[in-house]
DNA sequence: GTCTATACATAGATAGAC
DNA sequence: GTCTATCTATGTATAGAC
């Protein structure tokens, strides 16, 4: 009973980052505003300054993904299949927050940086794996594919990639992935 | 000595036109005010309303390119070797306008319609030169793969793509292309 | 602790002077 | 044909009532 404190504020500070996200994801930084996500969380829009102080601030909590759980799902196999799944992941259920972030990845500098960031981060990893001076150039490239497959397909919806299964794009996918990172099939 | 009239008044449209390209390319649609893009150009701001009736006005003739001049530079060998010359033209100059549209794509509504009909046009284009059920998949894959490097290169300004020279990622990418358009070497 | 009312800034668009 | 001045709308942010 004594749960109203806090509890309530913690639920509607949850509403209001779930619409925000949802909003940032769907028409990015600029043409989303406190008002919108306002109403589309039910509450007041002078309830989201309070507790967000600012929208550049609501956007860098919106986008805090969670934990981002590093490759747990598919039992990781080779370099190639642990990166496709990332993108069988993404072309189903890429998380709102990512969404948010790549959504606004080109205007707006706060979310540059953070997929700058985010794919520096994959870029070294997978770099790191593979042998050769051209290593990080082939990461960086690797990455570059996915990116631009998951821009086309989750972000301008471009309809060959919209129609396609997932599991046929994994296919035609994996040997462009493979002669990039230099393995050999 | 009478060409004053009209002549004066292209050559102030001209102006404000490329004023607008570099900075919706730098900024995006939403960023980018009338106000700057007068300044940019040495205009006054209602200048700009005066010749174009409204900033969507504005960005549509900015964005409009050259007429494109379909393949006419490196001899088109094959077509993974064409395709990577577009790409190697866009990692070099992409043309203001191109830019211009990419930039907004993810978050203006005529934008993306815009790179929705230049990049479905590319995919048909490529498509139609393949053989196989999945001929539109494998060109819509290909053209994305060409969209995430040029982003990551040109937009996001990934630091091993900005580092790396254009032959070395040429080299690099064409065996992946290769793979993806069902191509043998 | 939540909402009403409003201040303040920005920017797109317009009317009219020069 | 170009600029000054302004209107109007939108949207972030704040102050104060309930």
Redesign the pocket.
Known sequence: MTIT??E??LR?ERRILDAARALFADRGFE?????AVAAAAG?????V??YF????ELFSRAVQAVPTKEGEPGEARDLAGRMLETLGMKLGGLSPASLAMLRSMLTHPEAADAARTALGGQIDRVGAELPGDDARLRAALATSVLLGVTVGHQLLGLDPLRDAPREEIDRLLRPALLALLGERE
């Open positions: 404190r806090a309530r504020r509607s043409r989303t505003t406190i008002r509450v007041d829009p002078a309830l300054m309070q102080g600012s929208k550049q």
